[in-house]
């Protein structure tokens, strides 16, 4: 590779929009506009649209139409499914949630919102695989508790929950259950009946659709509560003229991502399972969560002596674009609270390195960050004292 090309590898954080996603909104940003709720044929031509497109949706998660609640995207399906159930626990007396400590901040800050309004929250450990066992959620579960929110695939270090199993657990015990399926959907099956799931969250961004849409599923007849209150849209559930555009490229891009799901997850698993191959040969490094139970594209390591950001940095200057996956969103470079709670310590936590894999990236990419990321490593741990200390043995090694 002479010419420098960009490897994009920041799938978790977005996609690119599939052509298909993009041809199936242009008519709607150009041609078809009306609005669905008049009653004239330019509007009734729109609200045919979200109709097919619900209804498609519906079909693909294993729903009925009327269980689709169209959002502005993932967080605010977390947020909406969050306080609809904790409204509906406070009637009943029920004010305690579990929940696990490596969710998105979309369903952590909501807990914590609930907390300030009196809610309990238990927030589950996950182990150092990254993965909640189901016999801690059981025992978790008061008669006090009104909602369990587990995510079905972590966005940080891809791992997949036993989804199915909480569910059945939560139906048993007569709990409501959200999972939070946005890293999920569209790269490994999901149906909401298999999960006996009361509440789900999706994004179309994270499957190459566009940014800014999502759904809540809820399922038929548990209340919702509104955030946003307006028009009678979304059954009343969620006010604001429809985003046809974006609806539409939901639909196209969730469609063409199940049907597709087997081939893109073997071709994204041969590439992820080279790069977990390859990287691991530099030492004082560590995979982060379960190598088995972990979404198709995704590859997360630290690699001791190093701070993430400055990897990133490098790397970006040699045309990769990756993530540490560690929360600097707050301004502070705290490390990533996915990465503490599976018992990394903080100084580990920092040099992580999280590679999020999209069915259009190749092998021959792969080999090029297999050569580039240990020169880069090793770069950075020639400059840095922590490395230099631990090599002296004025330290120890932690990994
Ligand atoms: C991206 C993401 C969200 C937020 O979705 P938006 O559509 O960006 O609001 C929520 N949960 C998980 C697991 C995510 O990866």
Redesign the pocket.
């Known amino acids: 590779m002479t010419e420098q090309k960009t490897i994009y590898v920041d799938n978790?954080?977005?996609t690119k929009m599939s052509q298909t996603a993009v041809d199936a909104m242009l008519p709607y940003l150009a041609d078809f506009y009306g609005n669905p709720s008049s009653l004239h044929s330019v509007g009734q031509k729109a609200a045919e649209a979200i109709t097919l497109a619900r209804a498609q949706i519906a079909a693909l998660l294993d729903c009925t139409p009327q269980e689709i609640y169209f959002t502005?995207?993932?967080?605010?399906?977390?947020n909406q499914a969050l306080l609809s159930a904790a409204i509906i626990g406070e009637r009943k007396g029920k004010k305690h949630i579990v929940s696990t400590a490596i969710?998105?901040h979309?369903?952590l800050h909501t807990l914590k919102r609930l907390q300030k309004q009196g809610f309990e929250v238990t927030l589950l450990d996950v182990h150092r695989d990254g993965l909640v066992r189901p016999q801690e959620l059981a025992a978790a579960i008061r008669p006090d508790t009104c909602l369990v929110s587990v995510?079905f695939?972590?966005?940080e270090i891809g791992t997949i929950q036993p989804i199915e199993e909480i569910g059945r657990i939560c139906k048993e015990k007569g709990v409501m259950f959200h999972t939070?399926a946005?890293?999920a959907v569209g790269h490994i099956p999901v149906s909401v009946q298999k999960a006996q799931a009361d509440f789900l969250?999706l994004?179309?961004?994270?499957f190459h659709g566009p940014?800014?849409?999502?759904v809540l599923y809820a399922r038929k007849g548990i209340p919702l509560t509104n955030l946003i209150e307006g028009g009678a849209q979304e059954k009343g559930k969620r006010a604001g003229t429809e985003n046809i555009p974006a609806i539409m490229g939901m639909a196209a891009a969730m469609q063409e991502a199940c049907n597709h799901l087997e081939e893109n997850a073997a071709k994204m698993r041969a590439m992820r399972d080279r790069l977990l191959e390859g990287l691991s040969t530099i030492p004082h490094s560590t995979v982060n969560g379960d190598c088995e139970k972990r979404l198709p594209g995704n590859v997360n390591m630290c690699f001791e002596g190093i701070e993430g950001e400055s990897l990133l940095l490098l790397l970006d200057d040699k045309g990769i674009c990756a993530s540490s996956g560690s929360a600097c969103t707050s301004g502070a470079l705290d490390p990533s609270h996915v990465l503490l709670a599976i018992g990394l310590p903080h100084e580990v936590a920092h040099g992580s390195l999280r590679l999020s894999l999209s069915e259009e990236n190749t092998m021959a990419e792969m080999e090029y960050i297999i050569k580039t990321v240990p020169e880069v490593v090793s770069y950075l741990r020639e400059i840095s004292p922590i490395w230099h200390d631990l090599e002296e043995g004025k330290k120890n090694h932690v990994i």
């Open positions: 978790s954080a977005t502005s995207g993932g967080s605010e399906a977390d969710e998105h979309a369903v995510m695939a972590n966005n939070d946005v890293q969250a994004s179309a961004h994270k940014k800014g849409i999502g």
